[in-house]
T-cell receptor
């Protein structure tokens, strides 16, 4: 597609439930990042995929968070047993050559 | 110390003013940076890259000072549409974002 697509755009879930957030990067982009942004805060790095290399998971805040990237394209971020502090906007970005990362419009997650 | 630090602002300036933001970084090995702008409740959008030679694009000029480990963004002739949060990004390893500087341009 023309841009980075994320779905759903909004998700409200009950505390304790699992959620899956999807990112469809720009076709051909080898690098993919997940970030989250709490209200009024900066972007917090979560995980980074680059080609076929092992992902950099150093930003994942707990073992309830995981992500995969299938076939070097679509990525899914999974949050298990959601907590209220997980409420944030989850942003995905992709890049071809480590220049000009393009962000999707994000998934706004609300845990009630 | 945070890897990338920014003054949160807000910077309130009149239209037509020149305004500058600095961003300090802690990793002396970092070599390239970005400035992104983020409008309220929107995703960040790339404004410009910053390498050792600096960068200029119209009213916007970015500079890198390796000795003092900071980058700067200068906006000349501010427009109302420049009102946004400006995010400094270190591209070393993962993209590391500062928490942003808010600019409010007033009529």
């Amino acid at each position: 597609g023309a841009g980075v697509s994320q779905s759903p755009s909004n998700k409200v879930t009950e505390k304790g439930k699992d959620v899956e957030l999807r990112c469809d990067p720009i076709s051909g982009h080898t690098a993919l990042y997940w970030y989250r942004q709490s209200l009024g805060q900066g972007l917090e790095f979560l995980i980074y995929f680059q080609g076929n290399s092992a992902p950099d998971k150093s930003g994942l805040p707990s073992d309830r968070f995981s992500a995969e990237r299938t076939g070097g394209s679509v990525s899914t971020l999974t949050i298990q047993r959601t907590q209220q502090e997980d409420s944030a906007v989850y942003l995905c970005a992709s890049s071809l050559d480590n220049y000009g990362y393009t962000f999707g419009s994000g998934t706004r997650l609300t845990v009630v | 110390r945070k890897e990338v630090e920014q003054d949160p602002g807000p910077f309130n300036v009149p239209e037509g003013a020149t305004v500058a933001f600095n961003c300090t970084y802690s990793n002396s090995a970092s070599q390239s940076f970005f400035w992104y702008r983020q409008d309220c409740r929107k995703e960040p959008k790339l404004l410009m890259s910053v390498y050792s030679s600096g960068n200029e694009d119209g009213r916007f000029t970015a500079q890198l000072n390796r000795a003092s480990q900071y980058i700067s963004l200068l906006i000349r002739d501010s427009k109302l549409s420049d009102s946004a949060t400006y995010l400094c990004v270190d591209t070393r390893r993962a993209l590391t974002f500062g928490s942003g500087t808010r600019l409010q341009v007033q009529p």
